[in-house]
Nanobody
Framework: QVQLVESGGGSVQAGGSLRLSCTVSGITFSSYNMGWFRQAAGKEREFVTAIRRIDGRTYYADSVKGRFTIFRDNAKNTVYLQMNSLKPEDTAAYYC???????????????????WGQGTQVTVSS
């Protein structure tokens, strides 16, 4: 009965901003590391960003560093992805994922994560 539900996707012009939310139920949210991945049409799913449970440390793919921000609100069981200065190449389905590990060493890999949301589409037009 674990659920991760993404919201906030949609269409936006290049240079614009969008904020995605992922609300989690069925697990103790504060005990999980959280990540965001994305998959563009015809491409492999790729790591975007992650946040560690023990100390809130964040990690970013080079392609989004300086433009995207991940943050979480444990009281709301929600992790967010703030996306600024969006580019057409950011167009993809974005997925939220939860990981129960302590160290969170392999956060860039899909296999690290235990639970996944269904995804939300982000389309950036030029």
């Amino acid at each position: 009965q674990v659920q991760l539900v993404e919201s906030g996707g949609g269409s936006v012009q290049a240079g614009g901003s969008l904020r995605l939310s992922c609300t989690v139920s069925g697990i103790t949210f504060s005990s999980y590391n959280m990540g965001w991945f994305r998959q563009a049409a015809g491409k492999e799913r790729e790591f975007v960003t992650a946040i560690r449970r023990i100390d809130g440390r964040t990690y970013y793919a080079d392609s989004v560093k300086g433009r995207f921000t991940i943050f979480r609100d444990n009281a709301k069981n929600t992790v967010y992805l703030q996306m600024n200065s969006l580019k057409p190449e950011d167009t993809a389905a974005y997925y939220c994922a939860a990981d129960e590990s302590i160290g969170f060493r392999t956060y860039v890999l899909e296999a690290e994560y235990d639970y996944w949301g269904q995804g939300t589409q982000v389309t950036v037009s030029s």
